[in-house]
């Protein structure tokens, strides 16, 4: 019998991957590659460039010792052709394989280059998620909106989670009223687990710094987990110090506080290196035996097999043009500020400085501040898609682009978001403390100094008056603007006219 190349890509870091349990360790041979292609279709953020190599590397290792034959490729292998379907095809003249086995996928950009590859090809669903695409389509078929929040009650009756017979647990299904606090005066947890690079992580570092020491991103100091061991380790440190706390703080933002009680764990679980159904049971876990309230556990469990399933989802019903959507027409080009050109806007300047530094910002940071001000700005929605995908370290395109093109910008014209996602200073200043060291002023409506939030989110709801008017979420904001008299509107749309001139002029803003 001739072997049989099975691929394991940067994401798919799973021993339970579907590739690798049709697979024959005798005769079969595990191919992963560090590829130019893959690192370069938008320019990663070094540290999420470090992150995968460094964990591939182990993981092909651990493989390895398992009794794998591993053909691994790095990146200055002399003999790298670039792409992943280059290797295999190198890789199958090397061993004489006649077919190839992969695990799909979780962007189509990359399924569509294997299915038009020059080989014999068997793609198996990943099966690591616990909704699978038909089960998905099922839940979706017939129904007019698509709303995360009954997909997420189906996934708990499905797995049983925090559910008390047929009933959710505490007799609620969902308890994001509880977990909207703004920031706390002090934090009592010190953030995630950070690792002291070993050797194998030093020299991936030394080899992102050199290949990719231009990108936006600072790649040093680096204390990602990079194998399955760490990556546990790193939660079960968010278990203990931070979960009880989670849910009240989960949208709060802190000028000094970058991580509060967050677990930061969405890389590892995104790549591979943790399942989801053992976090949301180990978080479960907790709850029961007192160690954390409900509305944290529900919260955290939530975002795993209730949005992050949901995204899924979406992405692969939707296809491959969904990165393309362009509802509201916005065209203008991604501001510098967005790769760190100095601003005064305090909240954009500390969201767009930790994610340099951390290749990490939590979901309102990323929502409500960079997506809130892309959005009111009307920023090409597949710029900031691009800019999503390169710059956190947890960004694969099947979770960030529902969560970019859909959630954040409305682009989809709303499968996703039943409204737009957009506020003026106010939110900002109620969630954060952000505001206290701005320039600009929150409290300031118009004029010079007034928050850039203030002006453009009026400019938005006046420019897309006749797409939203009607939505019910949305009355009382055009009944609050009509109530303004015209002098005051003529004042806030001239305001707003002004900073996105300046805007578009590259002036500091």
């Known amino acids: 019998m001739v072997g049989r190349l099975i691929l394991v890509l940067g994401d798919q870091l799973s021993p339970e991957l579907s590739a690798l349990g049709e697979a024959d360790p ?63 095809l190198r890789r199958a003249e090397e ?4 077919e190839v086995i992969a695990t799909e996928p979780g962007e189509w950009r990359l399924i569509e280059t294997l299915k038009h590859a020059p080989f014999k090809l068997r793609m198996l669903e990943d099966d690591r ?19 995360m929040e009954y997909f997420y009650r189906d996934m708990r009756r499905k797995t049983g989670l925090l559910m008390d017979g047929d009933q959710p647990a505490g007799g609620t299904w969902n308890y994001d009223h509880d977990n909207r606090k703004p920031a706390p005066d002090d934090v009592t947890h010190s953030g995630p687990m950070r690792f002291t690079p070993d050797e194998t992580v030093a020299e991936v570092l030394d080899l992102v710094e050199a290949r990719f020491g231009d990108t936006f991103g600072t790649l040093r100091p680096f204390h990602f987990a990079t194998d399955h061991g760490q990556a546990k380790r790193a939660f079960k440190h968010f278990v203990k110090y931070a979960l009880p706390r989670f849910g009240d703080y989960q949208d709060a933002m802190l000028d000094t506080n970058r991580f509060l009680y967050h677990a930061v764990i969405s ?7 943790l399942s989801p159904l053992e976090l949301c049971q180990a978080a479960e876990d907790a709850w029961k035996t007192g160690a954390a309230p409900l509305n944290a556990v529900e919260g955290f469990i939530r975002q795993i097999i209730g949005w992050r399933e949901y995204v899924r989802g979406i992405y ?33 300047s500390r969201a767009v400085e930790q994610t340099r530094e951390e290749a990490y ?16 700005a009307g920023i090409d929605p597949r710029q900031v898609h691009e800019w999503y995908l390169a710059v956190y370290a947890d960004a694969f395109e099947w979770v960030e682009a529902p969560n970019t093109v859909g959630m954040s910008q409305f682009a989809d014209g709303g499968i996703i978001a039943s409204k737009p996602y957009v506020s003026s200073g106010a939110y900002i200043n109620r969630m954060s403390d952000y505001c206290k060291n701005c320039t600009y002023s929150v409290s300031a409506k118009t004029g010079e100094g007034a928050c850039p939030f203030n002006l453009l989110y009026w400019h938005f709801l006046n420019r897309h008056r006749d797409q ?38 590259k002036r500091r803003v």
């Open 26 to 88: 005798e005769q079969d041979f595990v191919v992963m590659a560090e590829v130019a292609d893959e690192a370069t279709y938008v320019p990663h953020h070094p540290k999420k460039i470090a992150f995968l190599f460094a964990a591939m590397r182990k993981f092909a290792k651990a493989l390895q010792e398992d009794g794998w034959q591993v053909r691994y490729t790095q990146l200055d292998d002399t003999q790298n052709t670039g792409s992943i379907a280059g290797e295999l």
């Open 95 to 98: 061993t004489g394989a006649g």
């Open 129 to 147: 998620f616990i909704a699978s695409h038909a089960e998905f389509e099922r839940w979706a078929d017939g129904r007019k909106q698509l709303r």
């Open 267 to 273: 890389p590892y679980l995104n790549a591979g290196l």
């Open 316 to 348: 692969f019903q939707e296809g491959s043009d969904y990165v393309t959507r362009n509802t509201l027409g916005h065209n203008r080009d991604l501001p510098d500020l967005y790769w760190g050109k100095e601003t005064d806007m305090r909240c954009m």
């Open 361 to 376: 910002a939590h979901h309102i940071q990323r929502l409500m501040v960079t997506g809130n001000f892309a959005l009111l």
């Open 468 to 505: 939203f008017a009607e939505n019910p979420r949305m009355g009382n904001m055009y009944r609050t603007w009509d109530r303004m008299d015209q002098d005051r509107r003529e004042t806030v749309l001239r305001d707003a006219d002004a900073f996105l001139d300046r805007l578009d002029a």
